[in-house]
């Protein structure tokens, strides 16, 4: 949250417990939020974690989005014995898919957020739009002036963890100035304002190696030269998944085991929280 007035500094007066309380005080059908004609979502949970489960920051909540996709009520097709069904579903109700999030607070206005990619779901941006929306009904109903502006933007990336959750890397690509094209060194070319990108050195490993050790050879080399802007790892964790991310401020990814209800398909949700606080 940056003061509204004053550019880049941290507002650090809004009261976030109190506006998580008032929210879950709200009718269910005062929460919906319409993304598109077809699509609406909602927080359907939103809980402060205990301090005592919470060690790198000052205090974290774990929540819930909600989204529904809806506009048709095709025929259901079995895919046992091929018979059809008419879909029992009202055409307003949509399939559900749920992003489990976590907002973790460096301070009252400097807080950070692991959220799951749910590919029907809502994206980050979303979630922003969301807690805006709210957060000005809430001040208008505290008669609160809003001196602030939320805005999202990168973490700093803590490679030393982010690599330690691979079991192998994969992949490095290592970002260079294009200004190198008319240097001694390549001497290639005096017209680089006309090339668009950085230059950019693609490494892979070998089949079912790990390029672990040159990834560290490289990181010490982006400290020590100013021509290499910065370096983006691929590798793979012990069940095969794959995370990508840049060794810079950068939006990170990466993947965890969740249980699934076999009888709904639906991440159980312990699991969800206990891993995500695991992630901070």
């Not at 691979?166 to 001497?187: A, M, N, P």
């Amino acid at each position: 949250m940056f003061k509204k007035k004053t550019d880049d500094v941290i507002f650090e007066d809004f009261d976030f417990d109190d506006f998580a309380t008032w929210f879950n005080g709200l009718q269910d059908e005062d929460k919906i939020f319409n993304l598109s004609q077809n699509k609406f979502t909602s927080m359907d949970h939103i809980k402060l974690i205990p301090q005592r489960e919470i060690t790198t920051h000052k205090k974290a909540y774990f929540g819930m989005m909600s989204t529904g996709n809806f506009g048709s009520r095709r025929n259901l097709k079995n895919s046992v014995d091929n018979s059809k069904r008419p879909n029992p579903k009202k055409i307003e109700e949509g399939e559900e898919q749920e992003n489990y999030f976590i907002l973790a607070f460096n301070s009252n206005g400097d807080i950070d957020m692991i959220m799951q990619n749910a590919g029907r779901g809502i994206k980050s941006v979303q979630l922003k739009n969301y807690l805006d929306k709210y957060f000005n009904i809430y001040l208008t109903n505290h008669s609160l002036t809003k001196e602030f502006r939320l805005v999202e933007g990168t973490v700093i990336s803590t490679p030393d963890k982010m690599i330690d959750r691979l079991d192998r890397v994969t992949k490095t690509k290592v970002y260079i100035d294009k200004s190198i094209l008319g240097k001694d060194e390549l001497d290639l070319a005096e017209r680089t304002l006309q090339a668009r990108e950085d230059l950019i050195i693609d490494v892979r490993a070998s089949r079912g190696k790990d390029i672990r050790d040159l990834l560290q050879d490289l990181r010490q080399k982006l400290v020590y030269n100013s021509k290499i802007d910065k370096l983006w790892v691929e590798g793979k964790d012990n069940h095969g998944n794959v995370s990508q991310f840049y060794l810079n401020q950068i939006q990170k990814s990466t993947y965890v085991t969740i249980d699934i209800d076999p009888s709904t398909a639906a991440l159980v949700r312990s699991d969800v929280r206990r891993e995500l606080i695991k992630l901070l």
